[in-house]
């Protein structure tokens, strides 16, 4: 192991250690909805009012910001403007910035927002650039041109694509698979690698109807990249392709995320939330005010009889906000995904084979943090070869 | 597709190659860093500002 390599595991290591001592080190992040209206209107939006033309109280904003950043975490704070589309209020975000990088604030923080990228020009775009280190946007970007436009109102040739790659190069773009795109799923993803993305976060649409024809489609498209990434093996793979196979050599059952543990979503009206999908704005009022009665660090609350037997359910993602809003129950999964699921599990194990196993490379050749990766991949495909086998 | 005993073999090859090293032992140790999701995510939360969910969609949300 290098020095920078034993450095970069020893802040790791840190950062772990100090995560079990400290109940500081809570992931913290203060979520301000801007505004719930967005100017476009994607088929797999989960907003459930975006008629609203409210948006946020700057004074509310800064006093929850002024509580909020007095009080230091080891991680610091990240600042999510939330929308609809955020940047229809750029105006007050703005000034909520300039008004907070002014105060002394003992914690460190971040501003972050997830846009749709089409109102990013002109004096928003300049304003971003000027800033980009202390306000990080994410773009939500679902392909190519066509399929951009049929999930996101055509909007491809609003977008300036170019400004984002170059002005946050190591920000994800998220991209969402639709019924209405999974066709190009392949041409897609490989698109954004074209455009020079490094870190490209693709899922199916949640809380939409998938049915069976998708299935074979889906598996398809996935062969596809899967030769891609075989044939392009310096790509950082999508995340559809990074399933974390090493969790099956523990077996141990772990949350998906921090909601409702390690992480906090303050809403505007400065109340604490497992995390943002739990606002009234987005869950329903009802709804939101029976989530702080969740335990999420019981394993009975967040993962159901039906999945806890399944050979796949440490490495079957879910979303618990999503479960609560569909299902009632954040451990009631989307059992319609649950077949899609199983077909990139059988798909990207036989990439990972393909990529290790049947491999041409020497062993002396793989630098020693590659080979420890591996052979935690293949610990755990052994344990679920047999039944990934089944998968039809 | 999978021929287990191919699998296996290479296993034991890459075992006994990092045999001695210096490698943490653990995979969570490689990944693990972000808070919450213990590496079931790309990995690049450090390196943006995302130490928490803020829609890297690893975990299906849209």
């Known amino acids: 192991m290098n020095r920078e390599t034993r450095q970069r595991f020893k802040s790791r290591f840190l950062k772990k250690s100090m995560s079990m001592i400290t109940k500081k080190n809570l992931t913290r992040g203060v979520y301000i909805t801007t505004n719930v209206t967005c100017n476009l209107n994607c088929v797999y939006c989960y907003e459930k009012d975006k008629t609203s033309k409210e948006t946020f109280s700057l004074e509310d904003a800064k006093s929850v910001l002024t509580n909020t950043l007095r009080e230091t975490t080891t991680r610091g704070t990240l600042i999510n403007f939330h929308g609809g589309e955020p940047f229809l209020s750029f105006h007050k975000i703005r000034e909520l910035c300039e008004w907070a990088w002014k105060q002394e604030f003992p914690e460190n923080f971040t501003f972050f927002a997830t846009s749709n990228g089409t109102l990013i020009h002109g004096e928003i775009k300049d304003w971003l650039y000027k800033n980009r280190k202390r306000f990080i946007v994410s773009l939500s970007l679902d392909g190519n041109e066509e399929m951009q436009n049929l999930n996101r109102s055509n909007s491809f040739d609003k977008i300036d694509i170019d400004f984002f790659v170059k002005t946050w190069p190591f920000q994800g773009v998220k991209v969402t698979i639709s019924p209405l795109t999974i066709r190009q799923l392949a041409e897609g993803i490989i698109f954004i690698h074209n455009k020079g993305f490094r870190d490209i976060r693709a899922n199916l649409a949640q809380m939409i109807s998938w049915d069976s024809s998708s299935k074979d489609i889906y598996e398809t498209q996935l062969y596809h990249l899967a030769q891609f990434y075989l044939e392009n093996p310096n790509l950082d793979k999508c995340s559809l392709f990074k399933i974390p196979f090493h969790a099956l050599n523990s077996k141990e059952l772990k949350k998906w995320c921090g909601a409702g543990t390690e992480m906090e979503a303050i809403d505007i009206d400065g109340k604490k939330y497992p995390c943002h999908l739990f606002f009234p704005s987005v869950c329903g009022k009802e709804k939101s005010k029976h989530a702080t009665n969740i335990n999420f660090r019981e394993i009975e609350s967040f993962t159901s009889s039906e999945c806890i037997n399944c050979p796949f359910v440490v490495i079957c993602p879910t979303c618990y906000g999503s479960n609560y809003i569909e299902r009632g129950d954040i451990k009631l999964r989307d059992m319609n995904l649950c077949e899609m699921e199983k077909i990139r599990f059988k798909v990207v194990a036989e990439y990972e084979y393909k990529r290790i196993v049947l491999s041409n490379e020497k062993i002396i050749d793989i630098p020693l943090e590659e080979r420890h990766k591996r052979l935690s991949i293949l610990q755990g495909l052994e344990k679920i070869v047999a039944d990934i086998e089944n998968i039809t | ?62």
């Open chain 2, 1 to 62: 597709m999978f021929n287990l005993s191919k699998l296996l073999e290479v296993k034991q090859k890459l075992q006994l190659s990092l045999a001695g090293q210096d490698v943490a032992s653990n995979y969570y140790d490689l990944f693990g860093y972000c808070s919450g999701c213990d590496g079931h995510c790309s990995g690049t939360c450090d390196d943006t500002c995302e130490g928490y969910c803020s829609g890297c969609g690893d975990c299906g949300s849209n």
